[in-house]
């Protein structure tokens, strides 16, 4: 399946919800520190509802132990940093299995620093009317997490 990395993420909800998108979709959740709450705010867990267990999380002390983690990986993924100020639409991409679909805070979304990384496969962004900002994180993660998946036809899905 795919990796979502949630960069600094500081709402406990969204968080929460992403847990849920993850034990729901077979997706890897990766959580790169600093976090904007505890792993115990109780928003967090609420939205998470009881899939906590089910989700498959894994905490990156800082960007430096995540591009670490996924240098050591067997086959090395793919990295999509999505940004609002891409041209590149998150449905012109060709997503694999163990693909990573990162995203940056609430507030400010992924550093330039992340942004151009060599890692960083490639920069893309979900469609929105130009008089729009931004997009709610966990929403994002979904949308993104469907199309990839939807890709390859659900795989594993009832």
């Known amino acids: 399946m795919f990796r979502i990395v949630l960069h ?3 709402i406990p909800p969204n968080t929460g919800n992403v847990i849920r998108l993850a034990a729901n979709t077979g997706v890897e959740l990766h ?3 600093p976090l904007g709450f505890t792993l115990e705010t109780p928003q967090l867990r609420r939205a ?5 267990d089910l989700a498959d999380v894994r905490i990156h ?3 430096a132990a995540m591009w670490e983690h996924l240098a050591g990986l067997a086959v090395t993924p793919s990295v999509y940093a999505f940004t609002a100020s891409a041209t590149r ?3 012109d991409v060709a997503y694999a299995p163990g693909d990573v679909l990162m995203f940056g805070s609430e507030s400010v979304g992924l550093p330039a620093s992340v942004l151009h990384a ?8 979900l469609p929105m ?3 729009s900002r931004s997009l709610n994180l966990a929403n994002s993660a979904a949308v993104a997490t469907f199309e ?10 009832r």
């Open 148 to 157: 990839a998946w939807r890709q390859h036809g659900f795989a594993a899905a």
């Open 48 to 52: 998470g509802l009881d899939y906590h």
């Open 61 to 63: 002390d800082d960007t």
């Open 8 to 10: 600094a993420p500081e």
């Open 31 to 33: 959580l790169v520190r």
């Open 129 to 131: 009317l130009p008089t």
């Open 89 to 91: 639409l998150h449905t």
């Open 118 to 125: 060599g890692a960083v496969t490639d920069r893309i962004r």
